[in-house]
């Protein structure tokens, strides 16, 4: 018995000595930066602001020398799979055949370059353009970070046993729940970190799911896309906006749009037009040509459209949502309770009465839409990301010291 008892307890000193060890060497690898950090995205081809920010935060982490990809799961061809399948069973076979799209993000111009994409699944692919590729499992370490965004509860649940942090980054406060039962919290898929885009969005979670380790980051304004023209004549009398996510929010804003018609109908003449489906360059063009930019975005997590208008010396004329409200003041733009259709119908024509008076171009107004943008710089903006990311590893470094 005491040679059994001896053999057991060299056993677990054994144990001990490996975990010590291997602890030792994931502490190492966050010390020198030799680790990787996965940022999850949807593969989505078409522009998306939320999309922007997470590749905007991979070139910022690249560029100060950590290893970042860009991971994703394939998207399926709903289309050329049903074909597909449909042409497989006239030759007999049962199974269905999936086909899915690329994932080519080519609309982030710039932001994309030099980052490292890795698919999420296994297996051959086959892609709706004909080419196959054959997937390789991609494993993740102790001493890895993955980034997840806020509305994707299933990728939190799947990732649950993975050995490495996983950090839930939430640029929207309608989607925190989306997708989750009632009652259920991140903390129930082990998530312990959460970045966070605005104040908004902090409390909103602080409240909801207590207990969480917060961290605001702060967003910024490339003021070399989005300036004032030079001359304020080559504004027009055009009214970009961003026509909403979703048919309901569309529906939304071509009401607004009509009713400020019905309400002013000595300004049928005055044009809207979207700022969809746009390149950076061409999104920031039509904003400095524009006299107003509509918002209409009911459910922003923080909301940049204002701020690039206010750049633009474009004026605002808007909801005010929650999200939005760190920088939105009476003295930056025209704002109507959320969800108004009525007061920003209204608000409209009276911005168009000041604008056409000559009222809303001069230096007071200017000085005002300046303080509210130098607030989002793009020092400050890279100081948070980088700031962030030291905190989660330092954090990170910390939590494995105190394993026994």
Known sequence: MEIVSQKISETKEDETKKREEMVKGVISKLEKKDYNIFIYTPAMNTPSGGISVLFKHAQTL?????????????????KASIAATNKARTKGATQPVIIFDKFRPDWLGKLKDGIEFRCL?????????GTTEKIETLMMNPEDIMVIPEGFPNIMENTATLPCKRVVFAQ????ILSGMKIGQKWQHFGIKDVISISDGITQYINAIMPGLNV?????SIDRELFNVPEKLSEKSPLISYMPGRGPESQLKTSNVIR????????YKWVRFAALQGLSKEDFANQLKSSAIALYTDEIAGFGTLPLEAMACGTHVVGWSPFGSKEYINENNGFWAVNGDVFQ????????LDRYFAGILDDKKVSDEYEKTISQYSTGEETKSILKIYKDITNERIEELKSIK
């Open 344 to 351: 920003l119908a209204e608000l409209i024509g009276f911005a």
């Open 121 to 129: 699944a296994e297996g051959e692919l086959t892609y709706s353009d």
């Open 259 to 266: 009713t400020f018609y019905e309400f002013f109908p000595h």
């Open 62 to 78: 690249k560029e100060a020398g950590y290893n970042v990809k860009i991971v994703y799961e394939p998207q399926q061809n709903s």
């Open 172 to 175: 929207s406060w309608y989607y």
């Open 215 to 219: 961290k605001n980051y702060k967003q």
